[in-house]
């Protein structure tokens, strides 16, 4: 399959907006960095998964 990785800078103020966005796309899309974008979609879908087994 093949892979297509657009770079994009993005500004530090948008780091929740842009975690928010990739996380809706679920695997249809992979952030590789930076590291807060891919902590902050963890910890989004830490909290959805404690929010749907509890």
Excluded: N
């Amino acid at each position: 399959m093949p892979c297509w990785l657009p770079e994009i800078t993005i500004d530090r103020t948008e780091i929740d907006f842009v975690a928010r966005f990739f996380s809706q796309l679920g695997t249809e899309a992979k952030v590789l960095q930076p590291q807060e974008v891919t902590d902050r979609i963890r910890d989004y879908s830490r909290k959805l998964l404690e929010h749907y087994t509890t």
